[in-house]
């Protein structure tokens, strides 16, 4: 056999070699993205999971920030009628420590208007206790309730 007949032989099988080689070739470039998709689904998943759950967490924790804000909110204004009680008794004790004034008018109206005044204070007071107090329960519990955040 000739030089020429052997090239001649290669010549024509080297396409049917060259198709079997492109699509083996082929077969495993789609098998490896495949399995590239697969990690990537399942990191996908994954971090998909954690992003949830740290955005329940993350919208529990705005509720409890805007509660305590709330709260808050109602403290101050019950700390401004505390001040706003504070300046109706000074005035009443200024009243009742008046020379001119007379026992009649002492015991009727002043002296029923300030002790109505102080209970109003203390009730006042207690509501603001209250408040701080519910403030600190949410604090307390909000720390309690944290999930340990672990991000990869």
Do not use: C
Not at 15 to 20: E, Q, R, S
Not at 30 to 59: D, F, G, H, T
Request: a neutral charge; proline letters at 2%; hydrophobic letters at 40%.
């Amino acid at each position: 056999m000739k030089l020429k007949d052997i090239i001649y032989k290669i010549g024509k099988t080297l396409p049917y070699v060259g198709l079997y080689l492109s699509i083996q070739n082929f077969s495993m470039a789609v098998e490896a993205k495949k399995a590239r998709l697969e990690i990537v689904s399942i990191e996908n998943k994954r971090l998909m999971a954690e992003i949830e759950s740290k955005q329940e967490y993350i919208i529990a924790k705005q509720a409890s920030q805007n509660k305590i804000a709330s709260l808050s909110t109602n403290a101050y204004e019950h700390l401004e009628a505390v001040k706003s009680h504070d300046r109706v008794i000074e005035n009443l004790v200024e009243r009742l420590n008046d020379p001119n004034i007379t026992d009649i008018a002492a015991e009727g109206g002043i002296e029923g208007t300030l002790k109505h005044q102080t209970d109003l204070k203390i009730e006042t007071i207690e509501k603001v206790n209250s408040n701080l107090k519910e403030i600190i329960d949410t604090i307390v519990s909000d720390k309690n309730s944290q999930p340990q955040l672990r991000w990869v």
